[in-house]
């Protein structure tokens, strides 16, 4: 996959509102368009996207915990804003973008280092201005549930097309 290494390698707002939100996520899956470069630093990647459904695969590693030894809860946090904003995102129309306005994570239990997850974002509600989603974060070859979360997002049209 095509990993973003400098900001010239971001795609341009052009770009990104000459096409669907949905059509945006499949070119990113395709590799067509640089994944973000947050998900390199916190090791995941673009698995799945489906009008309204988007999974990330991902696995915590050692530069991902916290003081006491534990994945850090910024990773779950990053897992579940980046699936459920993105599965909103799918239901953006063409010369529109979104932002998280806020999301809420709960943790359920630890994930061990090592583990490869999928952190899985549903859409609930896209309207013209707001979109909400729920996701989850549970072990890609056991299905344990690690971690659930809520987002609504702002939906800003930026030009017409």
Known sequence: MFTATTPKDLPSLETTLSMSGLEFMQAVLRGEISRPPISALINYALDSVD?????????????????????????YGTLLDSCMACAVMTMVPRGSVYTTLEYKVNLTRAIPLGTEILATGMIDHAGRSTGVSHGEIRGAKDGRLYATGSTTCLIMELSKG
């Open 51 to 75: 009008h309204g459904k988007v999974v990330f695969r991902g696995t915590p590693e050692f530069q991902h915990t916290n003081p006491m030894g534990g994945v850090h809860g910024g990773w």
